[in-house]
């Protein structure tokens, strides 16, 4: 019998970005220039605060395209037990008469 090999293109991967940030992070970028554009009336600091936010959505897409996703659900998971970092509990046995 032969064995059935099913291509797998990179393409199908790789996570959906605008000019290189992932699309909820850009999203974030952009609507918090808009609010600061409109609370502090400044182009100059909506400008900024997009261009700040775009930097860091960058880097954390660079650094793993599903960084938004695991912080999002990491306040839903809870710690999990690590076998290692198990310390014993001293107990005495009672003596019957």
């Given at each position: 019998?032969?064995?059935r ?23 974030f ?33 660079k ?15 809870r710690?999990?037990y ?16």
């Amino acid at each position: 019998m032969q064995r059935r090999l099913n291509p797998v293109y990179r393409s199908l991967n790789s996570p959906l970005t605008l000019m290189g940030a992932e699309r909820k992070l850009f999203f974030f970028a952009m609507v918090m220039g808009a609010t600061v554009f409109n609370l502090l009336h400044t182009f100059l600091g909506g400008l900024l605060m997009f261009a700040l936010l775009y930097c860091f959505a960058r880097w954390a897409t660079k650094t793993d395209s599903q960084i938004l996703h695991f912080l999002l659900n990491s306040a839903k998971t809870r710690a999990q037990y690590d076998p290692m970092k198990f310390s014993p509990i001293p107990a005495r046995g009672i003596r019957h008469a």
